[in-house]
């Protein structure tokens, strides 16, 4: 087990890291007020589990799903929060994937200004990367995140047990975080390259957990509130991938993560940001992972972009995109000329099916 | 004019008070992307002042009044802001009084995971407490407050020129804290003490506003998260005034604060935590602005200050009370004793009249 510890001027998160740590988590309860959140998902498949670690504890149960994401999930945990007596001394319990963090951290936020929150991920997804750093939200008018919260977690227990469960899927899509995290990381890179052949392997996964969160971690410590540009380096991919994943909806985030990257790589490549064996090796890792679906209405899809928090002005589509190992370039476009590039790539990748 | 800052962890905050500092504000306005919130009360009166301040940016106006404080205007805001483009580059300007205070500023924390807000308070009330120190919040299932967020203002224009189309009831309303602060602070005290008979004159009001300000800022400085019992000091008379105005819903907040310190005062009495020469005063200060109601069901209604919030469990009840000249004291008492006590007190008011 391994601890990474987040220090930023509004809290401490520390991350526990590793099988076992829910074990000794589950062990230190007595006597906690707790409010658990999970999803119809996890419930169905730790249920026992569950009931044995919270005991008597209010277990609210959402619908699993990205569509849950929405202002009125929210309310309906905080409600259930105040019809079962809880307090400012309780403590929000997020036992999930991404989704349930984004809202159950949004509601610990909320609820009384803010009572203290515990993530568990059970996806590796949520274990990788949005468990951990505070991001908290729903969606609003088909806007991704559109209302949330910066909210630190105090405690995230990351134990890849959860992982056992997963379907090939959910792995692809916390694949994606992970590659991003390669486009960002040398050493990451590095790893992913020398590993290629088995990325879905277990034991390969549950030793690239750690590095992954630690540089997060980083990030997050050295730019808490996505200020002043460290942070939104960790948007690398989700330009495209976010517009995409409004319009498409069928895959999940970290596909879409994937495709984003893959999209933004072959701009920064026509722009001359990226190139080489770098850009083929990128490829090469997306490749392992997901297959490039085609796309027919790609440039429509494109559109969304100009909704996305991202940007300041709508004018304008900003992506972060590989530039060489360890480095990350932004590269800032008319949104109509995004929306054409986006709709060429699109129809090259259809021609070479 | 004289500027009062409050340093906070998260944020700066600086307070502009004075006859002016309106004007002095509309000056700078150029180029900046506001959407402004209001109520249909100051739109009413003000609407040529936001026009030709604000000129094209929206602006949103909820229902005046407290029943206004609900998740539901506060999504209106947030869809409103998407609706009319707004980005993360946006400023939040609340123009009212706290309810629109609240209000906006939950949205601008939350919009795109928090956007700069801006408070111009246009009440008495507002001015000299709700819109200084970052507690924002909407009300849930009868709860006060229930959901919210701390989230400090970077700029506060406290302006007396909108007292001047105040309603009496209002001033009242803004009076019921500034008596609060004067059970805080000495200093506040013996002004109060001193101009008893032009409490509600203007020129007084003008001067009483800065030193209530500061007295607050101080406090939130030191507890901006309200974490260490600093700042629950500002509670003084809030349980018994939240749970009157939850259950007899009719008058404003200030009032019920008022109203709720009195019978506080008389707990705090009867358990020898105040008494003499001072609490006299302090009931002849209530006394030049309120009425004391009669109240029926003033059991009943006692039994809200279990959902309050201030509470960690619901069994117990907890009060700030006056001490003496610039002391409080903290009284906690079960709920059963709690409420038959404030049924003794009622019973005794009617008996006087």
């Known amino acids: ?13 520390v991350i526990h890291c590793g099988k076992g740590s829910f074990e000794q988590f589950a062990k230190g309860l007595d006597g906690k007020k707790l409010f658990v959140v999970t ?23 959402i619908k699993a799903g990205e ?23 309780y403590t929000v319990v ?14 610990a936020s909320l609820f009384m200004r803010g009572v203290k929150l515990i993530q568990i991920p059970t996806t590796l997804l949520s274990q990788v990367d949005s468990s951990v750093g505070g991001k908290t939200a729903v969606d609003l008018n088909n806007v991704k995140n559109a209302i949330g919260a910066f909210y630190q977690p105090g405690e995230v227990i990351v134990d890849p047990m959860f992982l056992e469960t997963l379907p090939k899927r959910e792995i692809r899509c916390g694949l994606g975080e992970i590659i991003k995290y ?24 549950e030793s690239i957990t750690a590095p992954c969160i630690q540089h997060k971690a980083n990030v997050v410590a050295g730019d808490e509130k996505d200020l002043n540009g460290l942070r939104k380096t960790l948007n690398l991919g989700h330009t495209t991938g976010h517009a995409f994943e409004l319009y498409y909806k069928r895959k999940s985030h970290g596909e879409f993560v994937l495709i984003g990257t893959y999209y933004e790589l072959i701009i920064a490549q026509m722009q001359g940001v990226c190139g080489g064996e770098y850009a083929d090796n990128l490829k090469m890792l997306i490749g392992k992972v997901i297959k490039m679906p085609v796309y027919d209405n790609a440039q429509k899809a494109a559109l969304a972009a100009k909704f996305d928090k991202k940007n300041d002005e709508q004018s304008t589509v900003s992506m972060i995109v590989p530039a060489k190992e360890g480095r990350c370039a932004e590269i800032k476009m008319p949104l109509d000329e995004y929306v054409k590039t986006i709709g ?9 099916k």
Chains 1, 2 share one sequence.
């Open 1 to 13: 087990m391994q601890d990474i510890v987040i220090d930023t001027p509004t809290q401490k998160s």
């Open 39 to 61: 999803d119809s998902n996890v419930y169905r498949i730790y249920r026992d589990l569950i009931e044995k670690t919270f005991k008597n504890s209010p277990v609210h149960v």
């Open 67 to 89: 569509a849950s994401k929405t202002y009125t999930t929210l309310i309906g945990i905080l409600k259930h929060m105040l019809e079962s007596g809880a307090t400012r001394a």
């Open 94 to 107: 997020a036992l999930g994937g991404g989704v349930v963090g984004d809202i159950a951290g949004l509601a």
């Open 182 to 205: 390669g486009a960002l990381d040398k050493e990451i890179y590095t790893t992913l390259c020398a590993n290629s052949d088995r990325l879905f392997d277990m034991e390969f996964l």
């Open 344 to 352: 060429e790539i699109a129809e090259e990748i259809k021609e070479k």
